[in-house]
């Protein structure tokens, strides 16, 4: 596997942007680094680079996704986050421990946005008894990126949604004074009313939300 990270980090290398990693990581508050791979391009390389040496096996995924992860520059992870993204469907319920690192780990919006929605949104739907033992549980846990995650995981679950889950995770966290605990009630209200329009707006009207939340909620409702 160090031969196949080595070459996408030859890629990756041959394209970075040293101005624009500058702005890159002074926009995400200077917590990474970057090679300064402006997004587009990132995506066609990465591309590239999987039809060139195609996806990991199921054996070597997780050692794969987790040295990606280690790396210093934010593009790794959202290689890492690519690659899951399309071999999700090999997930199994005995990957959870080290998916769940990937919140844990180098944690901010861009990478909780991907993994919640996406890879364990997917995987609640596929092993719903997995849903007791990690969102029930982080909605309360003291890392907000854990009580964001378990508040977006149904964000695209249209009607799948379990409304009372979902009322049950807001008002646990309606009171929290972190934006983004905030800004992601307000996002899957308002994603959700998509779906259901009168089922947010009631919600929104019978609850006390903080401004933030309730105005993400109603953006597009009239």
């Not at 964001?148 to 995770?169: C, F, G, T, V």
Request: glycine fraction near 2%; avoid cysteine.
């Amino acid at each position: 596997m160090d031969f196949y990270i080595q070459k996408l980090e030859k890629l990756y290398s041959e394209h970075a942007e040293t101005e624009y990693a500058m702005r890159s990581k002074k926009y995400m508050r200077n917590q990474f680094d970057f090679l300064g791979i402006r997004t587009p391009i990132r995506r066609k390389l990465t591309k590239q680079f999987l039809q060139e040496y195609g996806l990991p096996s199921k054996e070597n995924l997780e050692t794969v996704i987790l040295m990606l992860w280690e790396k210093p520059e934010r593009e790794y992870q959202k290689a890492a986050l690519d690659i899951l993204e399309k071999t999700k469907k090999d997930l199994t319920p005995a990957d959870m421990p080290w998916l769940v690192s990937l919140l844990k780990s180098k944690s901010w919006w861009d990478t909780i946005d991907v993994l919640s929605p996406h890879i364990f949104g997917y995987m609640f739907l596929q092993y719903p008894e997995l849903v007791s033992s990690y969102p029930d549980q982080w909605i309360d846990d003291d890392y907000i990126w854990l009580q964001r995650s378990a508040i977006l995981y149904q964000l695209y679950y249209k009607e799948n949604m379990n409304e009372k889950r979902l009322h049950n995770y807001i008002l646990r966290q309606a009171h929290s004074n972190e934006f983004f605990v905030q800004k992601a009630i307000g996002w899957v209200l308002r994603e959700y009313a998509k779906t259901n329009a009168s089922s947010v707006q009631l919600f929104v009207a019978q609850n006390q939300l903080k401004p933030l939340s309730k105005r993400e909620a109603l953006k597009h409702l009239s």
